[in-house]
């Protein structure tokens, strides 16, 4: 079971969700396994994230010591990710 199950909670007005970055954790790792948890399956069935962003970009941004967000599409997902340490995670229509 991943980690990040209890950290992803779903919006209840739409398909989105919203994931709590954990400073202990790489932020591609926790968003890989979010969007894993989400879809049911493991990490490794879905593809790369560094496929479709650099890793090194999402980790300054989701560091929280950037006001900066950054937007990306990955797996299926319409993802934002804030430098306030959270995570928005939305299934493309």
């Known amino acids: 079971m991943d980690r990040n199950l209890d950290t992803v909670v779903r919006e209840t007005s739409t398909d989105a969700y919203e994931l709590r970055l954990d400073d202990d954790r790489e932020t591609t790792v926790s968003i890989a396994e979010a969007m894993a948890t989400i879809q049911g399956c493991s ?28 937007h990306f599409v990955s797996n299926g997902f319409d993802v934002t990710v804030r430098g306030t340490g959270t995570v928005r995670i939305e299934h493309l229509d």
């Open 43 to 70: 990490s490794t069935d879905l593809r790369p994230l560094y496929h479709d962003v650099d890793p090194a970009l999402l980790e300054r941004v989701g560091s929280r010591s950037s006001r900066q967000s950054f």
